[in-house]
């Protein structure tokens, strides 16, 4: 049975301090791994980014706006659809989309269909997705992002999970 997990961020948390975006770097093993403290967001292949946007009205600036972007691991993947090559699929446990580098060939279709434009491509030019640190869920531990955000701005979880998180308020004994 399919225990769909998907990815909550709570952008009001979020201090930018970048440790979820490096600690996904680490633990992929995408280099360059900026040294700490961070003074810029990470360069290199990122599988979590994280977008500051500001709003404007006319000259009024109505302030910032954090957005952190990964694969949304969709239920109906287009990129799964339209990927000539079968390399990208589906973990029939968590719902987490998955790829197969050995079977891409770089062709970025995958890029074009997906609506956030989530796929990025490794230095070989194969394509590099978040998996939701599925080793570490199957193992009954956190993704390594909200293993190590000190602002408890990211929790991934189960519908009914993040739902009840919503409820009461993202309070800390709802995420332990
Ligand atoms: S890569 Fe894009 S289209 Fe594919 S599952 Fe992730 S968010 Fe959905
Ligand atoms: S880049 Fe790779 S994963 Fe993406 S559609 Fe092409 S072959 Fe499939
Ligand atoms: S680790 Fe948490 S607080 Fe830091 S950038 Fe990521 S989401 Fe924001």
Request: net charge negative; aromatic share 6%; glycine share 6%.
């Amino acid at each position: 049975m399919i225990k769909k997990m998907a990815i909550y961020f709570k952008s009001d948390k979020c201090v930018k301090c970048y440790a979820c975006v490096i600690a996904c770097k680490l633990v992929h093993n995408y280099p360059p791994h900026p040294i700490s403290p961070p003074v810029a967001e990470p360069e290199g292949v990122s599988l979590l980014r994280l977008y500051e946007y500001s709003s404007h009205v006319g000259d009024d600036n109505l302030g910032f706006h954090l957005q952190l972007v990964t694969c949304m691991h969709c239920d109906d993947a287009p990129c799964i659809e339209e990927c000539s090559e079968l390399a990208i699929y589906k973990d029939l446990e968590y719902g987490v989309t998955l790829t197969d580098k050995e079977k891409c060939i770089g062709c970025e279709i995958c890029f074009d269909v997906c609506p956030i434009n989530a796929p990025c491509y490794d230095e070989n030019g194969k394509i590099a997705l978040c998996d939701m640190c599925i080793d570490r869920l199957k193992a009954g531990k956190k993704t390594s992002c909200q293993s190590v955000c000190p602002a408890e701005a990211i929790f991934v979880g189960t519908a009914e999970e993040i739902r009840a998180l919503k409820d009461n308020g993202l309070k800390k004994e709802s995420i332990l």
